[in-house]
């Protein structure tokens, strides 16, 4: 018997949430957010309380984000571990929209509560599974989007298709430059 729960889509949150810091300026951008985000449920429920505590909780998601393209493994996971110290994980049984029965990681309590737990708890078994080195930022310039890397061979560079074109031609624009300075 083989037990899955898919805390990828979980981990995906705190990409999400770190990603879209800008929305969380007022309840109604925060609202239109979770919306987009497949929580239109949740959105409804938001409360101010929420919307500083989902500000508090973007900050502290990007630090771990920002600790793993240091490569600091170390403080990364003290992020980790001190997020889930003050997030702490309600499980529950839940069954909705024609699914089977299955595990939330949190149910009930307030909007960012549930918000955090998820987040918090899908980075934490992206990281001891997989490890640090699969949170990145994007390393197009300027962009510093939070990612996750599902690649097989941990490649990933990029937080879009967008920012990896993009920065493709500035290296080759700047390749063909060296090579016509100095041809000149």
């Given amino acids: 018997m083989e037990f899955?729960?898919?805390?990828?889509?979980?981990?995906?949150?705190a990409?999400?949430?770190?990603?879209?810091?800008?929305?969380?300026?007022?309840?109604?951008?925060?609202?239109?957010?979770l919306a987009e985000a497949g929580r239109a449920a949740q959105a409804g429920r938001l409360t101010k309380a929420d919307l500083q505590a989902l500000r508090e909780l973007c900050r502290a998601l990007a630090a771990v984000f920002a600790?793993?393209?240091r490569h600091d493994?170390?403080?990364?996971?003290?992020?980790?571990?001190?997020?889930?110290?003050?997030?702490?994980?309600?499980?529950?049984?839940?069954?909705?929209?024609?699914?089977r029965w299955h595990l939330h990681l949190t149910e009930g309590g307030r909007l960012s509560d549930e918000y955090a737990a998820g987040a918090i708890m899908g980075l934490t078994a992206l990281v001891?599974?997989?490890?640090?080195?699969?949170?990145?930022?994007?390393?197009?310039?300027?962009?510093r989007?939070?990612?996750?890397?599902?690649?097989s061979n941990r490649s990933r560079r990029y937080c879009s298709e967008r920012?990896?074109?993009?920065?493709?031609?500035?290296?080759?624009?700047?390749?063909?430059?060296d090579l016509t300075g100095r041809a000149g």
């Fill in 73 to 99: 493994e170390e403080d990364a996971v003290a992020l980790l571990n001190a997020l889930l110290t003050r997030h702490p994980v309600h499980p529950q049984i839940s069954r909705h929209d024609g699914q």
């Fill in 128 to 143: 001891t599974e997989l490890g640090v080195d699969r949170l990145g930022t994007c390393q197009a310039p300027p962009c």
């Fill in 4 to 13: 899955h729960v898919d805390l990828t889509s979980y981990a995906e949150l």
């Fill in 15 to 33: 990409v999400l949430l770190v990603n879209n810091e800008d929305a969380l300026d007022s309840l109604e951008g925060a609202r239109r957010f």
């Fill in 145 to 151: 989007r939070a990612y996750l890397d599902t690649s």
């Fill in 163 to 177: 920012c990896a074109s993009r920065a493709n031609v500035a290296a080759y624009r700047a390749r063909r430059r």
């Fill in 67 to 69: 600790a793993a393209a």
